[in-house]
């Protein structure tokens, strides 16, 4: 098993889009748009990064850098992470938050924080795997505002 892992650039819109249709897909129906994967990576807040595994992608990565009132650091938000089905339960998905960890650190990052549901357990096993903190008080509750 040859895997690597890596953020993706402009460059690397083909494992994007393999990662979206062939990874995010197996979950949330969705469809690539070249257009929208530019803009997202022509902001180098937004990070996108992939696993493959013998140069297929397995696992995938959507963080963000945000900055902060309080401090010039920045905190990063691990929005979504997806492995293929197949591959699961292998330490893919915790190698590829740890190398946004080392990114964060040399980003000069105070903390990541990472939203997931409670009843989404294989989530919270996987965040616990790697020191996350799980909070005290359950009590988060985030509300969507569509256009």
Do not use: H
Not at 85 to 112: H, P, T
């Amino acid at each position: 098993m040859n895997l690597n892992m890596f953020r993706c650039g402009i460059n690397e819109i083909s494992y994007i889009k393999d990662a979206i249709i062939n990874v995010k897909s197996e979950e949330d129906p969705c469809c690539f748009n070249k257009e929208a994967i530019e803009k997202f990576l022509s902001n180098n807040d937004n990070w996108f990064y992939v696993a493959t595994m013998d140069e297929k992608v397995v696992s995938y990565a959507i963080a963000y850098v945000q900055s902060r009132l309080d401090t010039t650091q920045s905190m990063i938000c691990l929005y979504e992470i997806g492995t293929l089905k197949s591959c699961r339960k292998n330490g893919i998905g915790k190698r590829l938050i740890n190398k946004i960890i080392e990114d964060g650190k040399l980003n000069n990052s105070m903390k990541i924080w990472i939203p997931t549901n409670i009843s989404n357990s294989p989530a919270c096993k996987l965040y616990s795997s790697i020191g996350a903190e799980e909070p005290e008080i359950k009590d988060d509750i985030i509300y969507n505002f569509r256009y």
